[in-house]
């Protein structure tokens, strides 16, 4: 840090007095005795180069010491914007003592979205070590930070003013792109102090000069020192130029300057100081200004084709000439406008070639793609392999936890990519990581303008293939490029593969009359033929989907098995996380909900591992369908409820598996607010093309109208779809017991013959599944008023994991035996099933079974159970969702934003919660949301 010296020993170095910032001063102060005393705050100081900010910096640190704050310091490189979170793991993981887990911190590298998790790991340490005492992080030119560790900054940084945390950041006035401009109306917003540095005032400059030179300026010296238009950096460089030449002459106390004309110093630039060398040191000094802002001796002396053993004289003479310095075993310039004014000194062919070299020495001498990134994209030419090769590996690695820092690397590795024969594949990469970051609209430009272009077949099918993700795009979109693409000859069979593989997966998602089934079977013959792991994995995934739809869910069991087993630890990214929460889905139908349930808890524990916000998502939807399933109503909520909502680019599958999930748990809790949300959700979503989405809101609406009495529009919704299609969930069998209670109701003769249809699919595969069979004959026994049917589906259903289908089957037994005048047994009946449903809080349910039994002489009324008093189910939902997303790893802030809450208010939920968990941070959430 500039700012900040030290002498040997470590020891500091005294630092003359700030000039010209009394009310800066003033503010500093305040801020740190306020964290003294515990209360949080953030400061950012702004300001051209050389206006103070380092030296300001300094006197944080002096103010803080003295009022027993401990200092953390981190300093952002221009060259080291492609490496993730430098500089904060610099400050926190480098002081004496760490804060935080430096082990646990550098597995994340190879995890995907790894902000979200830094800033739960690292909030967590800052905020246990600030308990034991009161921090302040220095952050110095955070312009040239890399996006990561923005992205974290705009949640650490804003996140508690509770806690004795002074945050104080530097940055250049106008430097940096977007995420820097973001990040700082982020934190301007957060109310951050922001001192803007400006000039100083001629009297603070007389001030500063009189103790450069230690004596009283006379006017000719303060007329020279006016030339520096108030930049104490140009002021020092001014009289220490002067001090060169020997044009300071100090007489009885006053010190005037020889001469008008400025020193050489500034007069002509770096070029004039650097002549002040040796021609070694010169050379030295120079060549130094094209590596990474802190460079090694070992490289230095590989740029020079020499052994660092003759480089001693020439670095001892650039050090004395205060222009290069040693920190912790490297070197760097004393202040970023000598290295800038050195790098323009020289020609500007020769500085990007010196640049280029530095980087392929680097790579040689073991340094990751990563750390040369920065240079390459600054000095490479069009067709540079080498380059082209390290930026792709670059983007590669950065993308695990910054992928559009890894979009911009890849995209000028294609810029450099042209007619080459990569270059259809790199579009591909490129337009992958653009979708992964939500870059969307420069995703889909880049993909149009490449495939007006495609050099050939397959660079246009690779293209296809990446444009349209499974987590961002809905199903018909994803189609339409596999239908393209699968259209174009001379395509590898690797790709036709691929394609043939998620053609066969959105088409078993879109329901297409009869398609499925033969395009699963293409699927898997090609990817079979092509041993491609990606197509594999997801031609399962399409099979499996088919046959459980098909009445073949123990055979698409026993496909998850085997797939299952091959993938957990598969490299393949995107397709294993289609095929895990695809296997706990399929569990959960068969009735097989703990296994299920064991399956989405290894999912999260996964997920949480590699840092993996997305799969994170994706398995809150099938826990949530897990949960629904157990008649765990409020976990299930809770699992979806915090997601965010549907995407730019249509509506996905799992968002309609949200919208069935918060449907059926506001039509049973009877929570009439979220119903008339989840029905104006499910209206919007009705234009959407895929039949997943049509079966989900005619789910929705179905129930809405249901627990309306609205049977004849429950019916429309119900007559309008296929009862059974795939992917087959838990939830599928709630349906069919509705359809067939409306059916009845209504007297309607086509979903009757509907959901006769539905159960003998649910009888076809032999053996036939326990659960399958019982819901058939509960369906059966509606449709023909059979009390006996029923009666027998009842006493099987209560021994299964699904406990609202058992009061489902019983309550409609109850109905019948009454309309027998067998009113004993209905009482018996329909006791049970209010006792179930009010159990697990289907309160409206419970209320409908309440009316049959006042009709039959009995009084049966819903009254809540009490809430626990400590434990998960004593949390109520604006808790449990707060908790939720905490766990996740969002901030208080983020979750405010998110559940449009005030920041109090989660405060407030948050204390409340690990108060009735027992806990006190909130990496001891895991063993909860688990």
């Not at 001030?207 to 000719?220: F, N």
């Not at 041993?531 to 088919?546: F, P, Q, S, Y």
């Not at 399958?772 to 008023?785: D, K, M, P, S």
């Not at 409206?844 to 039959?856: P, Q």
Request: charged content about 25%.
């Amino acid at each position: 840090m500039s700012g900040i010296g030290l002498g040997v020993g470590g020891e500091r170095l005294v630092s003359p007095p700030i000039r010209g910032r009394v009310g800066e001063l003033s503010q500093v102060a305040a801020l740190v005795d306020a964290v003294a005393h515990g209360r949080g705050g953030l400061l950012v100081i702004e300001g051209p180069p050389g206006i103070g900010k380092s030296r300001l910096l300094t006197e944080v640190v002096t103010v803080a010491e003295k009022n027993g704050v401990r200092t953390l310091f981190g300093e952002a490189f221009e060259y080291q914007r492609s490496v993730p979170f430098f500089s904060l793991f610099m400050a926190t993981l480098r002081a004496d003592p760490p804060v935080g887990d430096a082990e646990a911190l550098r597995r994340l590298g190879g995890s995907d979205d790894v902000s979200y998790w830094v800033v739960h790991d690292l909030a967590d340490a800052i905020h246990a070590a600030a308990a034991q005492t009161p921090l302040a992080i220095l952050l110095e030119d955070v312009h040239w930070a890399d996006n990561g560790t923005l992205l974290a900054l705009r949640s650490l940084a804003t996140a508690r003013t509770d806690v004795p945390v002074l945050w104080v950041l530097t940055l250049r006035t106008g430097a940096g792109g977007p995420a820097v401009q973001e990040t700082l109306s982020v934190l301007q917003r957060a109310d951050a102090t922001v001192i803007r540095l400006a000039a100083m005032a001629s009297d603070a400059v007389a001030d500063m000069v009189q103790d450069v030179v230690r004596a009283r300026a006379h006017t000719s010296l303060l007329n020279l020192a006016a030339k520096a238009h108030g930049n104490p950096f140009l002021v020092n460089e001014l009289v220490g130029g002067l001090g060169e030449e020997g044009r300071l002459n100090v007489s009885s106390g006053v010190a005037m300057a020889a001469g008008e004309a400025l020193p050489r110093r500034l007069r002509a630039g770096m070029q004039h100081r650097l002549d002040l060398l040796s021609e070694g040191a010169g050379e030295v000094v120079r060549v130094a200004s094209v590596l990474p802002d802190r460079f090694s001796a070992g490289l230095l002396a590989a740029m020079l084709e020499r052994q660092p053993a003759s480089l001693l004289l020439a670095l001892a003479e650039a050090v004395r000439a205060d222009l290069l310095v040693e920190e912790d075993e490297q070197l760097r310039f004393r202040h970023d406008l000598l290295r800038e004014a050195t790098r323009q000194s020289l020609p500007q062919s020769l500085r990007r070639a010196m640049e280029r070299q530095s980087a392929s020495i680097m790579l040689t001498l073991g340094a990751g793609p990563a750390e040369v990134a920065t240079q390459l994209v600054r000095s490479a030419e069009p067709g540079d392999r080498e380059a082209i090769s390290v930026l792709r590996q670059a983007a590669r690695s950065v993308g695990h936890s910054d992928a559009s820092a890894a979009a911009d690397l890849s995209r000028r590795a294609l810029e450099l990519s042209l007619d080459e024969p990569e270059h259809g594949s790199l579009v591909a990469e490129t337009v992958e990581l653009l979708n992964r970051a939500r870059r969307y609209q420069e995703a889909e430009e880049l993909a149009v303008a490449a495939l007006s272009e495609a050099g050939s077949a397959d660079d246009e099918a690779e293209i296809r293939l990446r444009l349209r993700v499974v987590t961002w795009h809905s199903t018909p979109r994803r189609l339409e490029e596999n239908r393209r693409a699968l259209q174009l000859r001379d395509i590898s069979d690797v790709t036709r593969a691929r394609h043939l593989a998620w053609l066969a997966y959105n088409l078993a998602l879109h329901d297409a009359r009869g398609q499925q089934r033969a395009a699963a079977d293409e699927a898997v013959a090609a990817a079979t033929s092509s041993g491609d792991l990606e197509a594999t994995i997801v031609a399962d995934v399409a099979m499996a989907c088919v046959d459980s739809a098909d009445g073949y869910a123990g055979r698409a069991i026993r496909r998850h098995e085997e797939l299952y087993a091959r993938t957990r630890t598969s490299d393949v990214t995107a397709a294993r996380e289609l095929a895990a929460p695809h296997y706990a889905h399929l569990l959960a139908a068969v009735g097989r909900v703990d296994d299920a349930l064991a399956r989405v808890a290894d999912g999260k524990a996964q997920a949480r591992r590699e840092r993996n916000a997305i799969a994170l998502n994706m398995w809150a939807v099938f826990g949530g369908l897990a949960h629904l399933a157990a008649g765990r109503l409020a976990p299930a909520r809770a699992e979806v409820e915090s997601l965010p909502p549907s995407h730019p680019t249509g509506v996905t599958e799992a968002d309609m598996l949200r919208l069935v999930i918060l449907g059926e748990v506001a039509a049973r809790t009877d929570d009439r607010a979220l119903l008339q949300q989840m029905i104006n959700d499910a209206h919007h979503a009705y234009s959407a093309s895929s039949s997943v989405v049509d079966r989900s809101v005619a789910h929705v609406l179905a129930v809405a109208a249901w627990y309306r009495d609205d049977v004849h529009d429950a019916m429309r919704w119900l007559g309008s779809i296929t009862l059974l299609g795939p992917p087959l969930g838990p939830h599928v069998l709630d349906r069919l017991i509705l359809a067939a209670r409306v059916a009845t109701a209504a007297g309607d003769a086509g979903l009757r013959a509907a959901v006769l249809r539905a159960t003998d699919v649910l009888m076809r595969e032999q053996p036939t599944i326990p659960l399958f069979a019982q819901v058939a004959a509960h369906a059966r026994g509606i449709l023909e008023r059979d009390a006996s049917t029923l009666t027998a589906a009842a006493d099987l259903l209560a021994a299964s994991s699904r406990p609202l289908l058992y009061a489902a089957v019983a309550e409609d037994a109850g109905a019948e035996l009454a309309r027998s005048d067998r009113g004993g047994e209905a009482v018996e009946q329909l006791n049970a099933a209010f006792d179930t449903y009010t159990r697990h809080g289907a309160f409206a349910d419970a209320r409908r079974v309440g009316r049959e039994l006042r009709g039959l002489g009995v009084e049966r009324r819903v009254v809540s159970r009490p809430r626990a008093k400590t434990g998960w189910d004593s949390l109520t939902d604006a808790e449990l969702n707060v908790v939720t997303l905490i766990a996740a790893g969002a901030t208080n802030r983020a979750v405010a934003e998110q559940l449009h809450l005030s920041l109090h208010t989660v405060k407030t939920h948050v204390h409340n919660a690990f108060a009735k968990l027992g806990i006190s941070s909130r990496s001891q959430l895991s063993p909860f949301t688990h």
